[in-house]
């Protein structure tokens, strides 16, 4: 049979939609209502380094970071083609290469705090 | 004799003003533009975090510039959409059978809905909105 490499692309692709449905619209909600003024008080820096600091909030941001990166940088490579961009491989490497960059910088930072 | 395959016309960049259902994908494909820069905004606060308190409350000002408040509520229409139609798209994408019958889309689609309000409401409560 014929291996395809589609899983290893799908599987946090379909992760990802399904962690952006169910949490990054409270996410933008919360820095939504700190940009109007009201922080909410568990994104003061006390509340949040703690949260970041424990194994359980650093395992919850990276997944729900890398998984959102992942899937939309998939879905905006679908959307390229869409729109008409036809430079499949090209478009493919720059948002993929993103995504990753994009988690492992989220990893480092998580470890930092 | 030559054969003429039918190739039907495709404009590559303007397809999708043809049918409103084609508007529709492209208006919920776009959302990931949103989501993406979203991602970037997130990255950069958890850098700014691992940077002492300084920093955090440094980012906690930038967040209130105009540019970033429009930029947020497009991000989270962008990300509502995304939502409601991922929902809505669970009972077709996982229709569940029960014996001979399967069961009503409505109640799976309704079901992640549910679960969805109540995760935002935990997710607002612990972070002290009320």
């Known amino acids: ?113 | 004799m030559s054969r003429r395959p039918l190739v039907r016309e495709c404009p590559p960049t303007t397809w999708y003003f043809r049918q409103p259902r084609y508007l529709r994908y492209m208006s919920r494909e776009i959302t990931s533009i949103f989501i993406g820069a979203y991602c970037v905004l997130l990255v950069v606060g958890l850098q700014r975090l691992a940077a002492g308190p300084a920093a955090w409350e440094g980012f906690l000002t930038a967040l209130k510039s105009p540019a970033s408040i429009v930029f947020q509520f497009l991000c989270l229409v962008a990300a509502v959409y995304h939502a409601a139609t991922w929902f809505n798209a669970t009972q077709k994408a996982m229709p569940i059978q029960i014996g001979e019958d399967f069961v009503p889309g409505n109640l799976i689609s309704g079901a992640h809905y549910a679960a969805w309000a109540v995760l935002s409401l935990v997710v607002l409560f612990l972070a002290g909105v009320f």
């Open chain 1, 1 to 113: 049979m014929a291996k395809s490499h589609k899983p290893v692309v799908w599987f946090p692709f379909a992760a990802g939609g399904t962690v952006i449905a169910f949490c990054i619209p409270v996410i933008i909600l919360l820095t939504f209502l700190a940009a109007l003024g009201h922080v909410p008080p568990g994104l003061s820096y006390e509340k949040l380094h703690a949260f970041a600091a424990s194994g359980i909030g650093k395992l919850v941001l990276f997944g729900v970071i890398a998984l959102s990166a992942w899937s939309s940088a998939h879905r905006l490579r679908c959307t390229c083609y869409d729109f008409g961009l036809r430079a499949d491989t090209l478009v493919a490497t720059v948002l993929y290469v993103a995504a990753i960059v994009g988690s492992i910088a989220a990893a480092l930072f998580l470890m930092r705090i």
